[in-house]
T-cell receptor
Framework: SQQGEEDPQALSIQEGENATMNCSYKTSINNLQWYRQNSGRGLVHLILIRSNEREKHSGRLRVTLDTSKKSSSLLITASRAADTASYFCATDAKAGNNRKLIWGLGTSLAVNP | EAQVTQNPRYLITVTGKKLTVTCSQNMNHEYMSWYRQDPGLGLRQIYYSMNVEVTDKGDVPEGYKVSRKEKRNFPLILESPSPNQTSLYFC?????????????FGPGTRLLVL
């Protein structure tokens, strides 16, 4: 599997339900980010969690990070039809003297009204 | 409004006809990059730039060129496009070039090479 791999690949829920998606990674990181992409549009940054943080909230979003398991989860509570989108995690990884972002393939979320 | 703009948004061209996709950001960001997004392959970085006149290859640079003559602009050049460059392209910028934090994405350019 690759760095920043999300699961499930696709998720379909009813409006009002919670949606949970997961991201696993392989190398040590400084931070992990979640982004949303509406169909064919640009990615929008949702939340960044640093390696020394375990949980972070932003509105209806809750992100957890477990560095011992090299995994993160994104929880969207009380989902709405407008939450229908693809969700990507991105982890920073060492690349020579610099760092680069490694992107997962995303989780496609469908929220049915 | 803070934003990254790309032009054109849609482009159909033929093999071998040089094209440029422009990217501009108004946030005074140092770091800019280009990605392509393909089904099943996710986002792959083409080129990035840490600052004016500083550019470097990403993961899939073959067939592309970039330049960074001004801080706000980072055009992507396809000197001789081929059908395998048909893709959805995104420009992104970030305030901190070193720590790889929040990326601001443009709306995307959908390119079809016939």
């Amino acid at each position: 599997s690759q760095q920043g791999e999300e699961d499930p690949q696709a998720l379909s829920i009813q409006e009002g339900e919670n949606a949970t998606m997961n991201c696993s990674y392989k190398t040590s990181i400084n931070n992990l980010q979640w982004y949303r992409q509406n169909s064919g549009r640009g990615l929008v940054h949702l939340i960044l969690i640093r390696s020394n943080e375990r949980e972070k909230h932003s509105g209806r979003l809750r992100v957890t990070l477990d560095t011992s398991k090299k995994s993160s989860s994104l929880l969207i509570t009380a989902s709405r039809a407008a939450d229908t989108a693809s969700y990507f995690c991105a982890t920073d990884a060492k690349a020579g003297n610099n760092r680069k972002l490694i992107w997962g393939l995303g989780t496609s979320l469908a929220v049915n009204p | 409004e803070a934003q990254v703009t790309q032009n054109p948004r849609y482009l159909i061209t033929v093999t071998g006809k040089k094209l440029t996709v422009t990217c501009s950001q108004n946030m005074n960001h140092e770091y800019m990059s280009w990605y392509r997004q393909d089904p099943g392959l996710g986002l792959r970085q083409i080129y990035y730039s840490m600052n004016v006149e500083v550019t470097d290859k990403g993961d899939v640079p073959e067939g592309y060129k970039v330049s960074r003559k001004e801080k706000r602009n980072f055009p992507l050049i396809l000197e001789s496009p081929s059908p395998n460059q048909t893709s959805l392209y995104f420009c992104a910028s970030s305030a901190d070039r070193g720590r790889q934090e929040t990326q601001y994405f443009g709306p995307g350019t959908r390119l079809l090479v016939l």
